[in-house]
């Protein structure tokens, strides 16, 4: 359950219960830490969710919005729906049908007979993409250049793309600019590599539950590296992370 501060009194905004999008960003980052307030105006693009506007603009989210974030962030992570299938689950419970959760999976190629061995991740469009980061198609050419983000062999971009696109405009805020994080990116590549080794075996095992098992572990070594790669950062600069 995500829990969202109170405001006090004097604060319209606050003591009404709606929290401005930097608050929700802090709300949603103590379980989802890669989300970015990119991420956020994107799901709203696509009509996951519509928060309330001030007369000057400003985005105002109710707690109700926050939670259906957590519902959307967490389907996707942990289910890997595509955003159209989680918008269309969340209006089917908010009508207060009984709906399953629905789980997707993606065939071997050349054996249609095989059952789904895992489920398939969601996509998004490079207008989409562009949108959402709220950046040109010159700016993304160049990322592209870099290796920071990779197109899919049909030219769109898998959801992970969005948020590190807004990673990256956040580190420009920075002065740190995308040439500079190509090290950040080889890096990425070494420790992937040398997770797939470790898994690749049981990825091409023939029976479908050692399949499963090698996309288990997958996750959990990637979720190692990531709390090592942080770790390493911190002592290399003296500082502790929230």
């Known amino acids: 359950m995500l829990r969202t501060p109170s405001g006090g009194a004097g604060n319209g905004a606050a003591a009404s219960g709606l929290m ?7 709300v949603l980052r103590e379980e989802f830490p890669e989300v970015t307030i990119s991420k956020i105006r ?15 603009g400003y985005r105002k ?4 919005d926050v939670e259906r974030l957590g519902h959307v962030l967490r389907m996707q992570r942990d289910h890997y729906l595509p955003l159209k299938v989680i918008r269309e689950h969340l209006d089917a ?23 789904a061995e895992g489920p398939t991740a969601a996509r998004i469009g490079r207008a989409e993409l562009l949108a959402a980061a709220g950046i040109g198609e010159q700016e993304l050419d160049e990322w592209e250049s870099y290796g920071l983000i990779t197109p899919l062999p ?7 793309a969005v948020t590190v696109a807004g990673i990256v405009v956040e580190l420009g805020r920075f002065g740190i600019e995308p040439r500079h994080l190509r090290a950040v990116k080889a890096a990425a590549d ?15 095992h023939r ?19 990531v709390k090592l790669h942080a770790a390493l950062v911190q002592s290399a600069l003296g500082v502790r992370l929230p």
Request: hydrophobic share 35%; aromatic share 4%; charged share 30%.
């Open 207 to 225: 029976n479908p539950q050692t399949r499963a098992h090698a996309e288990a572990r997958t996750k959990e070594l990637a979720g190692l590296a």
């Open 154 to 160: 049909d030219g769109g971009y898998d959801a992970e």
């Open 61 to 64: 989210f109710s707690p109700e």
């Open 93 to 115: 419970v908010e009508r207060g049908e009984a709906v399953q959760l629905p789980s997707l999976g993606r065939q071997r190629d050349g054996e249609p007979g095989d059952e």
């Open 20 to 26: 401005s999008i930097g608050a929700v960003l802090n």
């Open 42 to 56: 994107f799901l709203e693009s696509e009509g996951l969710i519509e928060p309330q506007r001030t007369p000057s």
């Open 190 to 204: 070494r420790e992937a590599g040398l997770v797939d080794q470790v898994v690749a075996p049981l990825r091409l």
